[in-house]
């Protein structure tokens, strides 16, 4: 398997623009997180999916922010309309159940939003 | 909500020197788990602790929880550049979903 793939690897847009991240989890893994990574605020959990169904949402920011599943292979984390201060590194992770110990990371989408 | 500082912020040191990173939560720990990311890498997962006084070596690394289980210690003997990046812990929250990440700690080893 070829690990979590995120896409795009570096996204640099006008503020206001609508940005769309991507994610494809490693197959058979039914738990799904997307995270956001900042020097100010080190790693956050945005939104957490467990088969397709999101289950915590807690952690995203604001409306602007949403995310979707639409099936067991696919998830994507949009931003509408961005802002500089959503600039980031922007994580994917998955694995089997919620056990994070061994959750596989993405290599992560940089966001720059100017 | 679980808190977890690290310290310190940043380490520099010269390659084959010990160093020791720690992690303090605010609330008791339920499970607590270290993490290594490169710059423009994931997280990869170093080890796993869940009991009081619990030691566990991997290589030259070894993570430490303490008995009252509030604070973990990541201890790297005789660095090398390859131990340089980010280091984070992580907690499990008792209840519900939510998972915890400290800080981090970010290493640069001198060669």
């Known amino acids: 398997d070829a690990g979590v793939i995120q896409s795009p690897r570096h996204e640099v847009t006008e503020m206001g623009q609508e940005v769309t991240l991507r994610c494809k989890p490693i197959?058979?893994?039914?738990?799904l997180f997307w995270y956001r990574q900042t020097m100010m605020r080190g790693l956050e959990l945005l939104i957490y999916?467990?088969?397709?169904?999101?289950?915590?949402d807690s952690g995203m920011p604001e409306d602007r922010f949403s995310a979707k599943m639409p099936n067991a292979s696919f998830s994507t984390l949009k931003i509408q309309p961005s802002e500089p201060r959503d600039s980031a590194v922007y994580f994917c992770?998955?694995?089997?159940?919620?056990?994070?110990?061994?959750?596989?990371f993405g290599q992560g989408t940089r966001l720059t939003v100017v | 909500s679980q808190e977890l500082e690290q310290s310190p912020q940043s380490l520099i040191v010269q390659e084959g020197k010990n160093l020791t990173i720690n992690c303090t939560s605010s609330?008791?720990?339920?499970?607590l788990y270290w993490y290594k990311q490169k710059y423009g890498e994931g997280l990869i997962f170093l080890m796993m602790?869940?009991?009081?006084?619990e030691e566990k070596s991997h290589e030259k690394i070894t993570a430490k929880l303490d008995e009252k289980k509030q604070q973990s210690s990541l201890h790297i003997t005789a660095s090398q550049p390859s131990h340089a990046g980010i280091y984070l812990c992580?907690?499990?929250?008792?209840?519900?979903?939510?998972?915890?990440f400290g800080t981090g700690t970010s290493l640069t080893v001198i060669p």
């Open positions: 609330k008791t720990l339920y499970g």
């Open positions: 197959s058979g893994h039914n738990s």
């Open positions: 992580g907690a499990d929250q008792a209840t519900g979903n939510q998972f915890y």
């Open positions: 999916f467990n088969n397709n169904v999101p289950i915590d």
């Open positions: 992770a998955s694995s089997f159940d919620r056990a994070t110990t061994e959750a596989f």
């Open positions: 602790l869940q009991k009081g006084g």
